[in-house]
């Protein structure tokens, strides 16, 4: 089954929030991503809403379940109580759990699963009796050890942060080594039963070697790369031409 696309929309966000109007609109941009092909919509609303607003999120779920009822609804943050209140009022077919702190520009490293897995285990139960799918946001070389206590959580997948082979686009030896290291610990996933999503400074130009290299990838969550290709191709376009790189 080809890997879906989830459009992350927190670069569009941040855009429209450098001036109080209501452009470029986050749910326009959505709508025209899901319309062009998009499996679902991401985003990341955090405390300080320097992005996607807490008031975006019933916006895109209307939109999804009025126009586009057979598309996802994914949810990233880290797991406060705030947090936790915008998820059940919002209802996402998937949350992702990520270690950030408050002051963290983007998202930059997976949970240490080993320090806090008893922690995710109670937050991860508290999603799953909502039939929310729950996804761990995970460091691209984790070990087979991370990778089983993540799973103990009763999380479904694990999404492998992405971010140091994006990073290498301009050297392909250390991009060959950081794609060994995800799909070793895709397979470590795929051995304890887990999902795989992917995420975080993917291209066009990067995706199909990422495919090619895990075999269980279910979904890729791409924001800023996309955002920046749409600039030249529109999001319809963009969108299109991220499928393709899929497969």
């Not at 994914?74 to 209140?85: A, Q, R, S, V």
């Not at 930059?108 to 799953?128: A, C, E």
């Not at 761990?136 to 942060?161: H, K, M, N, Q, W």
């Not at 039963?193 to 291209?203: E, I």
């Amino acid at each position: 089954m080809p890997t879906k696309l989830s459009v992350n929309l927190n670069a569009v966000a941040l855009l429209r929030n450098r001036r109080n109007l209501p452009w470029p609109s986050v749910t326009g941009l959505g709508r025209l991503a899901l319309e062009a092909g998009a499996a679902g919509l991401t985003v990341h609303p955090r405390p300080d809403e320097r992005h996607i607003r807490f008031s975006d999120l019933p916006e895109l779920r209307a939109l999804i379940d009025d126009e586009f009822p057979d598309r996802e609804f994914n949810i990233e943050g880290y797991p406060t109580d705030e947090f936790l209140e915008l998820v059940t009022h919002n209802q996402p077919e998937q949350v992702t759990l990520v270690p950030d702190d408050r002051d963290q520009p983007t998202s930059d490293h997976g949970w240490d699963f080993t320090g806090t897995g008893n922690f995710l285990t109670s937050v991860v139960q508290q999603l799953k009796a909502q039939d929310t799918r729950v996804s761990l946001f995970c460091d691209p070389d984790a070990s087979s050890e991370d990778i089983a206590v993540a799973a103990s959580t009763g999380a479904d997948r694990v999404e492998l942060y992405t971010g140091p082979y994006g990073g290498c686009h301009e050297d392909p030896e250390r991009a060959k080594a950081c794609l060994e290291d995800l799909a070793q610990t895709a397979k470590h996933a795929a051995d304890a039963g887990l999902d795989v999503n992917a995420g975080h400074d993917l291209t066009v130009e990067n995706l199909p070697a990422l495919v090619d290299a895990i075999a269980n990838l279910k979904e890729v969550s791409i924001g800023h790369g996309l955002t920046a290709d749409a600039l030249e191709h529109g999001m319809a376009g963009s969108v299109k031409r991220f499928l393709a790189a899929l497969g």
